[in-house]
């Protein structure tokens, strides 16, 4: 049978098109499957469908389909000699609420979202609670409502709290202020029960407004620091923009719809397991100052780490599935580290400055992949050798946690001897049967050390 779109995901409104007409449409917002579908009326041509389409929806939101791309377009049969055509669009980000966004206009003045791991990695457990023995309270309890009619006390009352604390820590950074905070939600009680639910959310207030798309990867540097410390890939969920206009009242945030989301695992997924709080390396609720001084430094250096971090990232998006490339990904992304991460190669001696400028000259006049290969050798002399620069990050994590880890060395060694071994392909002193069962270990090794000498560099006191 087939199933029928929810009225959640379906929105029907009207749509403006660039020739100024104003289209019906129906929008559904279902991730990656999301369509725009738009009826064009007396046109028996492909229509041109803009970037950006905004639309007012029956219910006189306003919508804002940013990066639409048109997958289909069909005629329809004649009736009365009247024509029409429809279009099938996909928005790579669609905007619900009180007014249009001009993506390309710097008007963006928060951002706040949740990710998969939110209260494991915030995990402020004091925050919510129950009073165990309700009974010396539960009479001034109720009589603080003031209701003009006597409620009946038992003897085995049920009284539950949120301490009202609402900022977990706000720290900030050189891209703006980040602060997470507890999004309480509640009912005011009945015979059906009572409840207090929360969400924690995090918001990016930027040193001043920003466009969309600086506005998205703003949100995606803190995703990959939250990625980090949670050890495995995260969702982005409930994501809302709030709007520097003030000629808009009141000044309700803008429900945005991230077609392309980072995905993270689903609650019945047990391929990888959520993390613990206790094993979340930094704590924003006990040790906020560490926290702060780990977040700004790490933040700091993510325009020029954010190439290796991602494909840190990616790494971790493959949860426990391990294969070769995986673990060349994670050799590689050494290799991307920028130059003050790695170690300062020893300066060449006069006499191999002039061999190598004596063998350029020689191959430069030749043709042929051995050419361009010894071309390529040539020019990584003097510069940190892979193995090199993994060991120099291992240097850094051997510093704090060497008593955990005594063979951290010969493990990475081994780990790069491997990479090069796919790489290059075999050699005699490398025997790769004898290291195959061990190839998620020697992954996990890389990832480990990465990710550890990052945080400690950016301030993390590993031991405690």
Not at 105 to 134: C, L, M, N, R
Not at 135 to 161: C, F, H, Q, W
Request: hydrophobic fraction near 40%; aromatic fraction near 8%.
């Amino acid at each position: 049978m087939k199933k029928v779109a929810s009225k959640k995901s379906r929105k029907l409104g009207k749509f403006a098109l660039p020739d100024g007409s104003e289209v019906f449409g129906e929008l559904r917002l279902k991730g990656r499957n999301s369509t725009l579908k738009l009826r064009l009326e007396g046109t028996n041509h492909q229509p041109k469908i803009p970037r950006l389409i905004h639309g007012q929806l029956h219910d006189l939101s306003k919508v804002s389909c940013i990066q639409c791309i048109c997958t289909f377009w069909g005629n329809s049969g004649a009736m009365d000699e009247e024509r029409y055509c429809h279009a099938d669009v996909f928005p790579h980000f669609v905007t619900i609420g009180s007014q249009h966004l001009q993506p390309d206009q710097p008007s963006i003045k928060a951002v706040h979202f949740t990710v998969t791991d939110i209260s494991s990695i915030f995990y402020d457990f004091d925050a919510f609670g129950h009073v165990i023995d309700s009974k010396p309270l539960i009479e001034n309890v109720v009589k603080s409502n003031n209701i003009d009619r006597e409620i009946a006390v038992g003897g085995m009352p049920l009284i539950t709290y949120f301490t009202g604390k609402r900022e977990i820590i706000s720290v900030d950074t050189v891209i703006g202020r980040i602060s997470v905070n507890h999004c309480p939600s509640y009912n005011m009680g009945g015979p059906n029960g009572v409840f207090i639910k929360n969400k924690i959310m995090v918001t990016v207030t930027p040193v001043t407004p920003v466009a969309f798309d600086d506005c998205i990867e703003l949100t995606m540097t803190v995703v990959r620091f939250l990625t980090l410390l949670a050890g495995r890939k995260q969702g982005v969920k409930s994501v809302c923009l709030d709007i520097a206009d003030e000629s808009v009242q009141p000044h309700a945030p803008l429900h945005l719809s991230w077609s392309f989301a980072p995905q993270g695992y689903k609650k019945n997924d047990k391929s990888v397991e959520v993390p613990h709080p206790g094993d979340i390396p930094l704590d924003a609720v006990h040790r906020p100052e560490e926290f702060a001084t780990a977040l700004k430094d790490w933040v700091v250096r993510d325009s020029t780490w954010r190439i290796a971090r991602a494909r840190y990232n990616e790494c971790l998006r493959q949860g426990n599935s391990y294969d070769t490339n995986r673990l060349i990904a994670a050799a590689n992304m050494f290799d991307l580290l920028p130059k003050e991460a790695v170690p300062i190669a020893p300066e060449m001696s006069t006499e191999l400055v002039a061999a190598q400028t004596q063998c350029r000259t020689i191959f430069k006049s030749l043709r042929g992949i051995e050419r361009d290969s010894i071309m390529n050798a040539l020019g990584r002399m003097g510069k940190p050798s892979l193995t090199t620069k993994v060991l120099h990050r291992g240097d850094i994590v051997a510093r704090h946690l060497g008593h955990k880890f005594p063979e951290l060395t010969l493990v990475l060694k081994t780990s790069v001897k491997c990479r090069n071994y796919f790489v290059h392909g075999g050699s005699d002193n490398f025997n790769y049967a004898a290291i195959e069962p061990l190839m998620s270990f020697l992954t996990d090794a890389l990832e480990f050390t990465f990710a550890a000498s990052d945080l400690i560099e950016a301030g993390w006191d590993a031991n405690s």
